[in-house]
């Protein structure tokens, strides 16, 4: 049978409404939420927003840190109550984040919801499961984050951090979540997007970052601008032209010639920050019909390859210029 909830009136008008927003805001006290206030509740999380009357034994099972807080002796007469029962303070906590904290812990199914929250609201996730050790949620949510910003350039390709705009504060208030909450594995490829914003958005939220943060952003943006689309592409037709240890000299004109056409047409060939992320798996030849094309069948597979090479080294690396330290260092953390 699932726990008794009192039912709760809507809050009546008051002498204050009408009043300047900030006025009210000063005197707002938190109330009970409508879906966590049980009746057989034994404790009261209490934030700016909200009170949860919720079971101090569910917060106990999940929770060493409440579990231990729980134990500690309070003196009766002057322990926050509320209806006689303790309240505790969940003081640096955003409500948001003990509201979903206590849907998980009642029963959501975090493993298919987490896709559906924003990135903020999972950011919070982590911090009050990192903080109170929610192991099992922390370990859920740690493992998603990690999906979204992988380790490896397969994964980061089907990311749905790519289906979906992040603001780019968020992504920098992750950055510093992420480090205080020991998650590194997120943080080359967090870096990454960073670091490949324009410079204008780049720039403004610099100073407010550890000056070690700002100093690898600075400097992977440096790196990934010396390994920019329009050389990798021309250092691959240029190899073909003259050949090598492992290549046939191409001899068609046509050939190189139409392979010219398409560079002059790329986005970022000629000028332009242009990650070497960015460019396509196919690169210049993406989306062009190789059935009506002059392009030797042998150069565009070397072509490709040369592509998809260059794109893995440069993922190989990510992490120590971002970092100062290779991606099996960050997982043995």
Not at 32 to 51: C, M, N, R, Y
Not at 192 to 212: G, I, S, W
């Amino acid at each position: 049978m699932p726990p008794k909830r009192r039912r709760l009136s809507k809050n009546p008008q008051t002498e204050d409404e009408g009043r300047p927003e900030e006025e009210n805001s000063a005197t707002i006290k938190p109330q009970p939420h409508e879906d966590f206030w049980f009746e057989d509740g034994s404790i009261v999380l209490a934030t700016d927003v909200h009170l949860y009357r919720v079971h101090k034994g569910m917060l106990s099972r999940f929770s060493k840190v409440l579990n231990d807080l729980f134990e500690l002796p309070t003196g009766d007469a002057d322990a926050d109550n509320s209806e006689g029962v303790p309240i505790v303070r969940m003081v640096g906590d955003s409500d948001e984040g003990v509201l979903i904290l206590l849907r998980a812990l009642y029963g959501m199914s975090l493993r298919d919801t987490l896709g559906e929250l924003t990135l903020m609201e999972i950011a919070s996730l982590l911090s009050i499961s990192s903080k109170y050790d929610f192991q099992d949620i922390r370990a859920i949510v740690k493992q998603y984050l990690e999906s979204l910003f992988p380790d490896t350039l397969k994964k980061y390709k089907d990311s749905k951090i790519h289906k979906r705009e992040y603001p780019s504060d968020h992504l920098f208030e992750l950055i510093a979540l992420a480090r205080r909450c020991e998650v590194p594995m997120i943080l080359p490829t967090l870096y990454y997007l960073c670091a490949r914003l324009p410079m204008e958005k780049l720039v403004v939220h610099l100073d407010n970052l550890p000056k070690d943060v700002s100093k690898a952003l600075l400097l992977g943006r440096t790196w990934m601008s010396e390994n920019p689309a329009f050389y990798l592409i021309g250092h691959s037709l240029q190899y073909r032209k003259v050949g090598g240890e492992h290549s046939a000299i191409c001899k068609s004109s046509r050939c190189l010639e139409e392979f010219r056409s398409h560079l002059s047409n790329f986005p970022g060939g000629r000028s332009g920050f242009v990650s070497i992320f960015d460019i396509p798996d196919r690169g210049v030849l993406d989306g062009v019909d190789m059935k009506h094309s002059k392009i030797c069948e042998d150069c565009a597979d070397t072509y490709v390859k040369s592509v998809g090479t260059s794109k893995q080294r440069a993922w190989n690396v990510l992490s120590s210029k971002f970092m100062g330290k290779m991606w099996n260092e960050l997982n043995g953390k």
